[in-house]
């Protein structure tokens, strides 16, 4: 199977979407707030800084993706590079698409001169913290949420 990573397109909004419902986000309840959402990608895809990587496989069907958003730092003068969602579709995964998705982050890092990639992933989510150890990344931090809503 050939994989191509790319920056997302307005067409590839609903399957973003859903690709973002796989990974447990918040299902929309109204038209409305799916309204919201499909904004909210619409945002981020048009947003001259910060990005979204899909993995498009050979029937230019998208079945992963990776949004990526450039944080400054007060005590830095390069920026961190934040991974907020990190999903492969699940009748694709362990195929090695994550890892194409991950490399075009560390690429995309390294073009922006970041000095390093932040990601959070729930405690039980146990094979995706295989995936980042393999990748480099170390797990030297707490993450701590205090729910307002
Ligand atoms: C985590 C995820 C993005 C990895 O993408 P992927 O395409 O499945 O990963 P790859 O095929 O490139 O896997 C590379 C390595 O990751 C690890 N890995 C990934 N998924 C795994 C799984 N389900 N079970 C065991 N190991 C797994 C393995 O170490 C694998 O190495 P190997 O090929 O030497 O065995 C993907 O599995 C996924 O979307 N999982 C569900 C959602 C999720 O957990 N997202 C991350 C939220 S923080």
Redesign the pocket.
Known sequence: MNIRIRTAKKNDIPIILGLLYE?GRPKPQTDSEVEVFRNLVKKQISDSRNSILVAENDDVNVV?MLSIIFLPRLNRNDLELYVP????S?K??????????MEACIDLAKENQCHSIR????TF?K??H??YK?FGFESNSLSFTLNIR
Do not use: D
Request: charged content about 30%; aromatic content about 8%.
């Open positions: 990974l992963g969602e990190i999903i492969v699940e694709y995964q362990k195929k090695g698409i994550g890892t194409k998705l990601l959070e992933s729930g989510r094979e995706a295989q995936f393999n």
